[in-house]
């Protein structure tokens, strides 16, 4: 008999708007203290200063209403697990307009507060039913907010990595989303059932070809916590390093899963 299908996980879409809010407010608290010299400081992306990386902050929500004004799908043919593959793909473009809000918005708390009060209004008028043509095709208003959730969490941390007495706080909500995710990402990308990534309290996945568990302890076990997983997920944390800094636990042979990070970048 084969093996039952995996049911696609869903988000509920209240919470899902609180979390993208909560976390959008983490962010704007922290940027209000930030000094001019802590906005010149580099990032770990590249050639992205602290403040190019927070006018990307604002960037990620200012796409809901992008896609807001363009006409509604006719049907959805994406759902938020297309969204994690195709974002390296985007990254030129991405980084374009970051450099370029960064440049035109010397006031990033005005920029910030403007796009906080215009993303609250437009989701004001949309039900998460609403399909959005986004750039990994047509999804719900509602998935999509998933993916906003994911950006302010990985970029709050990386926020945190440039400055480090920042110390932004991670909404509990929107981590969770953020971390369920990139593990249903990694089930997509290496189906199977003969490897447990856990990553309390949030996700376990099962993924990896090879023989099934079906009781027990599993074979092959990958265990971490959520920030160390979204780091190795997002190409912030090498599989090696986290290994040799015990970041991660990993036994048995299916259980090394370094050839498949990053899952997005």
């Known amino acids: 008999m084969p093996p039952a299908k995996k049911r696609t996980r869903t988000y509920d879409p209240v919470k899902t708007r609180t979390a993208v809010l ?41 796409a809901v209403g992008r896609f807001l004004d363009r006409p509604e799908p006719a049907r959805q043919d994406a759902t938020v697990l297309d969204w994690p593959s195709g974002t390296s793909a985007r990254s030129g473009a991405v980084a374009d307009l970051a450099h370029r809000l960064a440049e035109q918005n010397p006031d990033l708390d005005a920029l910030l507060a403007g796009t906080g009060r215009d993303f609250e209004e437009r989701l004001a008028g949309h039900p998460g039913t609403r399909l959005l043509a986004t750039n990994a095709g047509a999804m719900p208003l509602a998935d999509y907010l998933v993916t906003r959730a994911v ?40 189906p199977g059932g003969s490897t447990e990534v856990r990553i309390p309290p949030y996700a376990v996945v099962q993924c990896v070809e090879g023989p099934r568990h079906t009781r027990g302890t599993p074979p092959n076990v990958v265990e971490t916590d959520p920030l160390t997983w979204i780091r190795l997920a997002t190409g912030r944390l090498a599989w090696k390093d986290a290994l040799d800094a015990a970041r991660v636990s990993a036994s048995g042979e299916r259980a ?3 050839g498949l990070l990053p899952l997005l970048a």
């Open 151 to 190: 950006e302010l969490v990985v970029h709050t941390d990386d926020l945190n990595a440039a400055v480090p007495s920042l110390d932004v706080p991670q909404d509990r909500q929107a981590l969770a989303a953020c971390t369920r995710l990139l593990a249903d990402a990694l089930a997509l990308k290496a």
């Open 22 to 62: 909560a976390q959008f407010g983490n962010v704007r608290a922290a940027v209000r203290t930030l000094t001019p010299e802590q906005l010149a400081l580099p990032t770990r992306l590249g050639e992205w200063t602290v403040r190019d990386l927070v006018a990307h902050t604002g960037a990620a929500l200012m």
């Open 256 to 258: 090394d899963l370094g």
